[in-house]
């Protein structure tokens, strides 16, 4: 059945509607009006790159919206890597600022709004991949859905050279387009909720405090925010920079502008690998702290956000960057303590025995996996639930359906409950740590939180049918939401992060 901006026509026009740049032609698929490659912002190439976000020139005409834009430039290889397999596919270009609208139709139906902004550890992920595709949220749920591309990398987050956190210019551009053109998708301005997991859903944390995003985003789903990540200076990580000049063979920053994309990314490699530490997240480079963009910690500013969330965590974030990591194979207590010692103390011994001890036959990686959890993932999700349990509740969620990867020890891995929150598992292919769930548990899994996610994007409420009375998380009532592979739950009082343990 084929659209236009008039409703539902025959079966010789494709859907079309008028932004504030100009007219878009989309296509039909399976029921839905698809638009792809929407640009929301100019392209950063040129003059423009490591600038902020600019406005896209209007078109004349009917631009044709039926192709995804490129990515943003990442390293990639075929296959991708254990245990999610690929993050990011080509074409690769730094004409990348586009986003994709799948809407139920071109009409005035005001439509809740959902938009998703991928992770990727700030170097990989695409609004593009077929699996962040959003078409599931806006056929089951009657809902006009969107996701967004934006610099990654050297080319989003680079410090000392251009303007600070490009990457945020980039999604702040993005809902400001979607704000002003909401309604030419049959969308409500007024009603738009952010998603986004990892990086995303720091992304999300961090346009809550934006001056220019007040009113334009009403709800917040975050799944995975690494709020125990403490953004730097950015003149305390200019170093980073320097790094990427000399593994290119510079000897000043200026001479990066000259430097393809593709020169680039192989640079990163090698900062990368510079900056690897033993129990840390590898990350090349980092949102900073900035007065016109990012002025505080984004978990602080969620404390005071005038928006509804949802928060969760997976039980075992840590072992995506560990568990299948051979450097880590031979990990011993006794580094695991050391490494701990820096950073607790004298607690370093004790926190240790009280994560062995919470599971039974744990490994020193399996301790070391909890306690990186704990502090990236788990303990800033819950210090955002316990400084607004008083004032504005958020939903919190604990995910602990585990991967069959490693006979199970992967646990529930960094991404795991992407799948059943877009209900849309088979677009995952060969993704390693997928494999081998059982049926029901997908069925029975996929049926609660995506009816969920989607009910809060509807009214703010995820509370559906087979969400077992989903309360909020308040100071008398600090329910947790535990989704495991033999029961859904909701937990009160009993979920908690080691690390943040007196």
Known sequence: MVWTAGGETGMTELPTTSTTLGTLRGCVEDGLCVFRGVPYAAPPVGPARWKAARPHPA??????????????????????MPPIGSHGEPPFGEDCLTLNVWTPGIDDARLPVLVWIHGGGFLTGSGNLPFYAADTFARDGNVV????????????????IGDANVWLTDQVAALRWIAANATAFGGDPGRITLAGQSGGAFSIAALAQHPDTRGLFQRGILQSPPLGFDPPAAEDVVERTWSLARQLGHTDLE?????????????????????????EWSLAFLPVIDKATLPRHPMDALAGAGI???????????????????????????QVIAWAGARYGDRAESLYDACAQARADSRPLDVLTQI????????????????RAG????????????????GGALGATHGMELPFTFANISRWGGAPF???????????????????WLGFVRDGDPNREGVPSWRPYTAENRAVLV??????RVETDKVRALSASP
């Open 255 to 279: 001479s990066l502008h000259q430097e393809p994309w593709e020169r680039l990314i192989e640079g990163t490699i090698g900062v990368i690998g510079e900056y690897a530490k033993f129990g």
């Open 59 to 80: 078109w004349d005409g009917v631009r044709d919206a039926t192709e995804h834009g490129p990515s943003a430039p990442q390293p990639w290889r075929p296959g991708g």
């Open 145 to 160: 859905a969107i996701s967004i591309s934006y610099r990654l990398g050297p080319l989003g987050f680079l410090s000392g």
């Open 483 to 488: 989704v495991g592979d033999d029961n859904i």
């Open 308 to 334: 509804d969330l949802v928060i969760g965590w997976t039980s075992d974030e840590a072992s995506f960057a560990f568990g299948m990591n051979p450097q880590y194979a031979a990990t011993t207590r006794e």
């Open 434 to 452: 997928i494999q081998d769930l059982p049926p029901a548990v997908i069925e029975r899994v996929t049926g609660v939180l995506h009816n969920a």
């Open 391 to 406: 004032s504005r509740p958020v939903h919190a969620y604990q995910f602990e359906v585990s991967s069959r990867l490693l």
């Open 372 to 387: 990186v959890t704990d502090d990236l993932f788990r303990s800033g999700g819950l210090h955002v639930a316990d400084t």
